[in-house]
């Protein structure tokens, strides 16, 4: 089999201020991010020209080839682009959710996700846009947000549900970025994986259309009078409804009373449409997902996949980068070589959300009042499930972990714990981003000196099984 060529060539010989080692796409990985904390460092000016082609390749002491796909992975993050003719350079643009949005999808989709893990995620994150778009809304804001309900009861074809959209619009009002992009994330997956478990009959949408609209009305209603409390009740009301109903969509995982189900949904795309290596590696995206191909799969040698996805080797080799980007896919040399599968990392989710959130200068509270929500979630989790065999033991050696003085054994972090116990793959990404975004501007999120001791506490009252307790701790814990 032949093995998927993605080298370009090397850097121009010479002083190289960013090394000299690494291969051409790795090099150009590194300029992009110098770039990109450049562009942040200068605080995002959206349509100034950082230099001209030339200028950058004299400063970053780089050959064109790395610079190009540097600028590419930049265009891939919407933080800047290469403008021609006179006049041109590398432009910073304004980026929108999309790519975060992918990154974050194309991550949890890739791991196995459990309906029931994105519905419990829901389920803790939500409530939230209830107290602070009820705090934050303004007249524009109702105005938006009353036109979208309105809109929901326009008819729709069968199998289409557009009522996410208000949830959406709903988080806009919150000004948090952070609750924005996540709410973003949690609805695709919520309706997609949904639609694409069986076909829907129009009249069954059209009911659960109506009964949604009644329930957005409450929100809507308390949203709007300022009414914080009513507002997250009528949220937590309506997300337990979405549950029962996804529940009988699929036979039951909205409940936790079916089987788990994980769907293989059609693929949102690593930003879908804007060029052409962009689709070659959704297609390619798409097609790892749905046959369900483990880590080591190999998809396909070069020539295969060209003839596969109808491409030129150039455009290929920009979508295997891509892929190699996503932590999808990547190229191996040798006998049985050629595209292979890769075992997720959420690196390149991470990296995106950093990204899209310092271009919205996304605060130190924006990050804490989501991670408070669904580390007191979990919390309550865990107290309730104590007793299971494997949640015992867990936090029995969790607990001996913590007993012991500091630097003796391995430093675990008592967070990440917590978070993979649970064993929801979509709240792990979550925290994992809010934990380094907080680590980058300094907020600690409790974790100082004293630290120790309070894990301490928070698991005790897990171990009790006193669930108000564990709840109070762990708040009290994240606002030291």
Request: with cysteine; hydrophobic share 40%; proline share 5%.
């Amino acid at each position: 089999m032949e093995a998927t060529e993605v080298r370009d060539e090397p850097p121009a010989s010479g002083s190289d201020r960013l090394g000299t080692t690494g291969s051409v796409d790795k090099l150009a990985s590194r300029v992009a991010q110098r770039i990109e904390a450049e562009v942040i460092a200068q605080g995002w000016p959206v349509g100034e020209v950082l230099d001209s082609e030339p200028v950058l390749r004299e400063r970053y002491g780089v050959s064109r080839t790395v610079l190009r796909e540097a600028a590419r992975l930049l265009e891939h993050h919407q933080v800047a682009r290469m403008r021609r003719g006179p006049g041109g350079g590398l432009v910073v643009c304004a980026p929108d959710a999309e790519p975060t949005v992918a990154a974050m999808v194309v991550y949890i989709e890739h791991v196995g996700t459990d309906l029931r893990d994105v519905l419990h995620a829901r389920r803790l994150i939500e409530p939230i846009l209830g107290k602070l778009a009820a705090e934050r809304i303004d007249e524009e804001g109702i105005g938006r947000l009353r036109g979208t309900h309105a809109a929901e009861l326009a008819p729709t074809q069968a199998g289409e549900w557009a009522g996410g959209l208000f949830h959406s619009v709903l988080s806009e009002m919150t000004r948090n970025p952070v609750l924005q992009v996540f709410i973003e994330v949690l609805e695709q997956l919520a309706y997609r994986y949904v639609a694409l478990a069986r076909p829907m009959p129009a009249d069954e949408v059209r009911r659960f259309t109506k009964a949604t609209h009644h329930r957005h009305a409450g929100i809507l209603d308390a949203t709007v009078a300022g009414d914080a409390p009513r507002a997250q009740v009528e949220l937590i009301k309506h997300l337990d409804e979405v549950s029962e109903w996804f529940g009988d969509a699929i036979g039951g995982a909205g409940n936790g009373e079916g089987p788990a189900v994980r769907l293989a949904p059609e693929p949102v795309g690593l930003a879908a449409g804007r060029t052409l290596a962009e689709v070659v590696a959704m297609r390619i995206y798409g097609d790892v997902v749905r046959e369900s191909m483990a880590a080591g799969t190999v998809i396909g040698s070069e020539s295969e996949l060209m003839e596969r996805y109808e491409t030129s080797r150039a455009v290929l080799r920009a979508a295997v980068r891509l892929l190699e980007h996503h932590s999808v896919a990547t190229s191996r040399r040798g006998p049985g070589g050629g595209l292979v599968v890769t075992r997720q990392q959420p690196r390149a989710a991470i990296d995106a959300t950093a990204l899209y959130l310092a271009y919205r200068r996304a605060a130190t509270g924006d990050l804490l009042v989501v991670r408070e929500a669904i580390e007191v979630g979990l919390v309550a989790q865990l107290a309730a499930r104590r007793e299971e065999p494997d949640v015992a033991r867990s936090l029995a050696t969790m607990g001996d972990r913590l007993g012991r003085p500091q630097g003796d054994g391995p430093d675990r972090d008592f967070h990440a714990d917590l978070t993979e116990l649970a064993g929801n793959p979509v709240l792990t990404l979550f925290l994992r981003i809010i934990t380094e975004l907080s680590s980058r501007t300094g907020a600690s999120g409790g974790c100082g000196h004293q630290a120790g001791a309070r894990h301490l506490e928070i698991l005790g009252a897990i171990l009790d099984g006193d669930v108000s307790l564990a709840q109070y701790r762990m708040r009290r814990h994240l606002s030291l």
